[in-house]
């Protein structure tokens, strides 16, 4: 954009801006290639799964076996939440029924791995079922009682899972939005 000499340039030194463009291609790498890079095994697990998504049909199972190999690096405190996230990636990604990842993926599993991610996994699956019992408990009062007060509304989404539960069901025999709430 601006016409500059090598002299002005190198009185400018790094105030400026370069743009190059780096391209990793995993395609073009061998899973051995992947696996001996500089980087933890959560890391290359990630690209590994991103590298084969589109060319193996069953993902998890090539995944689960490199998990299986790296099981000795796979420690530490972010392990957990990482292979969580992988294997959310790779339920999105895969045809294949969600508890059959995940049976993969607890076989491949150390015991020790294996009770945190499944406890992790417990965790998530319980909240997403409060959060649809939220959303759910929010539109059936919206059909039956109109646009849900803001306090309502805050009130539902701070509940346990078991209140959500109780308001549901006085909102069958309900008559008024009170009545949900009440007791």
Do not use: C
Request: charged share 25%.
């Amino acid at each position: 954009m601006l016409a500059i000499d090598d002299r002005g340039l190198a009185a400018l030194g790094r105030n400026v801006v370069g743009f190059d463009f780096v391209l990793d291609d995993l395609a073009r790498q061998s899973d051995a290639q992947i696996l001996g890079r500089a980087m933890d095994a959560i890391g290359r697990l990630a690209l590994i799964a991103l590298r084969s998504s589109r060319i193996r049909p069953r993902l998890f199972v090539h995944v689960a076996s490199v998990m299986q190999a790296l099981q000795s690096e796979l420690r530490g405190p972010a392990v957990v939440p990482a292979l969580v996230r992988l294997v959310r990636y790779v339920v999105e990604v895969d045809d294949s029924p969600p508890q059959v990842i995940r049976s993969a993926f607890t076989a491949s599993l150390s015991s020790e791995i294996r009770s945190s991610v499944m406890s992790t996994a417990d965790m998530l699956r319980a909240e997403k079922a409060l959060e649809a019992r939220r959303e759910s408990l929010l539109e059936q009062l919206d059909i039956k009682f109109g646009p849900v007060d803001p306090s309502i509304r805050a009130r539902i989404e701070s509940a346990s899972l078991e209140q959500v539960t109780a308001w549901m069901r006085r909102f069958v025999v309900a008559a008024t939005v009170g009545a949900v709430f009440e007791g």
